[in-house]
């Protein structure tokens, strides 16, 4: 896999600093121990109050310094990727935030951190430090395991433990509650991949069909592999287990944590798939969706809970100043505000005509048959949703069919130019109700078919700024309108295929997403709306 960075050996420092250069200025700091010993710690701390101490391996960001700020960690102690800090490190950071009140390092549950930050409290202690250590172990992946993996549940215990220490509570009430959170805390993660380490060969474990389930945060193997399937039905096994896992009854909160390469918009379906489950009813909180516990590159996600009570609640809500906590929200349903309904006057009662019936669905079935191909086509020249975009206007038009006015086809026209800027999106999908709705006024003028089309084509032309040569659908629409006046549909159908084929040696794209793509990605690729329009003209003439 292919990564963005300069050395191998400094992608770390130079993360870190572009952290403390992007974040407000003030909030952040780093000391002066680059590059062996990477400590990012609050700029306004003066070690009056407890402080809250955690880290581990690189790789998890924004996990842990974007964490780090009043209310939340005090300061992170980074290793390199995947790998725990330094003891050194660790008590250089101790020593660095620490007062009077002492502090509370908070350790995922890992043997590297748990050495390393075990033997730095120890060191500290003996210089008279006070310390407290918390591990968290709250991954439930392995049930039969001794030491189960401290995951993004780890989150919880840093806003719970920050909360306290800013309202300056002493360090035995700060340190009990965390314990008392890790006892409360479960998490299960699924991914599509592992991840890959930025200057290191990549071999994926996982087949195209798989993917897997309980995997850890490194990229360790999970507890089983599990076949590719919908979100829904992923998402029910989750929190299947995850119920089964919950520390008795009563309210939790939910963390839904990206792994870091899963799309914005999956992040989103799954969030609204997690609330519609079995968990929900079990969720008065919400955090996320978003990056904050990743594995680099994973393209995968977590859920994690803990059981909540009054203190807690207030803890996970208050305000922080940290760069990366998402603010926790109170669970609630979709707002959902009416639109403001077409008058009755401008609808055109339906109508049945079998010829225009079988016509429109024959076209809209071979479209729907394309999509894939068109895709395709589309992914050479363009962004690759061509296909999908059609075949989305064509299924509209199928479920609308019965109530289209068949009989009338000015009203059939407009109709279908409504349904299309509706549904279709894209440029194509105005363009092509531009020319249903101007086809529609034309007819409704001079009851000429074909007259009417090249008046739609003439609008379509003039808003969208294409012509014939610019390698567009209008390469095919454009001849296959004049042959169709000229001389019936069989002509029309030659024409459109003939002017579909020419873009396949059209070097440049003047219009549409092609014209941002350079000749040599172009040649000898058809323009696939083009060929979409060649296809519906084949359809209506009898040729498919």
């Not at 960690?73 to 020593?95: C, K, Q």
């Not at 760069?323 to 505000?337: C, K």
């Not at 060929?531 to 359809?539: C, D, G, L, T």
């Amino acid at each position: 896999m292919k990564h963005f960075f300069n050395r191998r050996e400094n992608i770390v420092t130079e993360a870190l600093d572009g952290l403390l250069q992007t974040a407000p200025a003030g909030n952040l700091a780093r000391l002066d121990t680059y590059p062996d010993i990477k400590v990012v710690l609050r700029g306004d701390w003066d070690k009056a109050k407890v402080a809250v101490i955690s880290g581990g391996g690189a790789g998890h960001e924004p996990s842990h310094a974007g964490f780090v700020g009043k209310g939340m960690l005090t300061a992170a102690v980074s290793g390199e990727i995947f790998a725990s800090p330094s003891v050194d490190a660790v008590l250089t950071a101790i020593r660095a935030v620490t007062g009077p009140k002492g502090c509370l390092l908070i350790v995922k549950n890992y043997t590297g951190d748990r050495l390393n930050f075990g033997l730095a409290a120890e060191k500290a202690r003996v210089e008279g430090f006070r310390v407290e250590m918390v591990i968290v172990a709250d991954d439930i992946a392995l049930p039969d395991i001794a030491q189960p993996r401290g995951v993004a549940g780890t989150l919880f215990v840093h806003k719970i433990a920050g909360h306290l220490a800013e309202q300056d509570a002493d360090l035995e009430t700060v340190a009990a509650a965390a314990h008392s959170a890790t006892r409360d805390i479960v998490s299960l993660g699924v991914s599509l991949s592992s991840c890959s380490i930025p200057g290191q060969a990549h071999a994926e474990r996982l087949e195209a069909d798989e993917g897997e389930l309980g995997l850890g945060i490194h990229g360790e193997p999970g507890a089983e592999r599990i076949a590719l399937q919908e979100a829904r039905s992923i998402v029910a096994t989750m929190s299947e287990r995850l119920s089964r896992a919950l520390p008795g009854d009563g309210h939790y909160a939910l963390l839904i944590n990206n792994l870091g390469a899963v799309p914005p918009i999956e992040m989103g379906l799954i969030a609204h798939t997690v609330l519609s489950s079995l968990l929900a009813k079990r969720v008065t909180l919400t955090i996320g969706p978003a990056p904050m516990m990743t594995a680099l590159n994973m393209n995968g996600f977590s859920l994690s809970l803990i059981r909540l009570d009054d203190e807690r609640k207030a803890a996970l809500t208050s305000p922080v100043g940290s760069h990366a906590w998402i603010p926790a929200v109170e669970r609630h349903g979709v707002t959902v505000l009416p639109a403001i309904a077409v008058p009755a006057s401008e609808s055109v009662a339906a109508s049945h005509d079998p010829a225009a019936d079988r016509l429109i669905a024959a076209i809209c079935d071979h479209l729907l048959s394309l999509e894939a191909e068109l895709n395709h086509l589309d992914g050479r020249a363009g962004d690759g949703d061509t296909g999908s975009t059609v075949a989305t206007g064509s299924r509209s038009v199928l479920a609308q069919i019965e109530r289209l006015p068949l009989k009338n086809i000015a009203a059939t026209l407009s109709s279908i130019g409504s349904i299309l800027s509706t549904s279709m999106g894209g440029s194509s999908g105005v363009l092509l109700s531009i020319f249903f709705t101007g086809a529609a006024k034309a007819y409704s003028d001079t009851k000429d078919m074909a007259g009417a089309l090249l008046a739609g084509l003439e609008r379509m032309t003039f808003y969208g700024g294409a012509g014939v040569g610019d390698r567009t659908m209008v390469d095919a629409l454009d001849p296959a309108l004049r042959a169709l006046k000229a001389g019936g549909l069989a002509a029309a159908a030659s024409a459109a295929r003939a002017g579909a084929d020419a873009t396949r040696t059209m070097k440049k794209a003047n219009a549409g997403r092609a014209s941002y793509v350079g000749e040599r990605d172009l040649d000898g690729v058809p323009d696939p709306g083009a060929m979409a329009v060649a296809a519906v003209f084949e359809v209506a003439a009898g040729l498919r």
